[in-house]
């Protein structure tokens, strides 16, 4: 497992979130916080980047919220300087996340 500091593909976050790299690109044209390093034309993304975007899956996914209601959401967050709830802790943050698509990629295993 990478390192909680370690960059990483679009390849690999698409994989995690379970969403095409298509859907990441379109993702940064809508959504001016998402700002993935580049290098020689490749995307790599941070762990704070992977956060955001598994809350931007999650509004668009589970709470069925449309890009513009998400564009709200997320611009009221960063009006209270707060973009995304966090524990303080980065790595037990991250942690949770791997877990929770972890249960969800075992869920979604039973339908394949």
Known sequence: MKSEHAYRTITE???LLQVQPSVLRFWET??????PTKRMGRRYYQSEDVVLLAK???YLYKDLLTIKG???KLKQSDALGDPLPQTGNQKA??????QELNDI???LAQYI
């Open 13 to 15: 976050v698409a994989e």
């Open 93 to 98: 943050d991250i942690q949770a996340l791997v």
């Open 56 to 58: 931007i899956r999650d």
């Open 105 to 107: 990629k075992m869920e």
């Open 30 to 35: 809508q959504f001016s916080q998402i700002k």
């Open 70 to 72: 998400v564009q709200k």
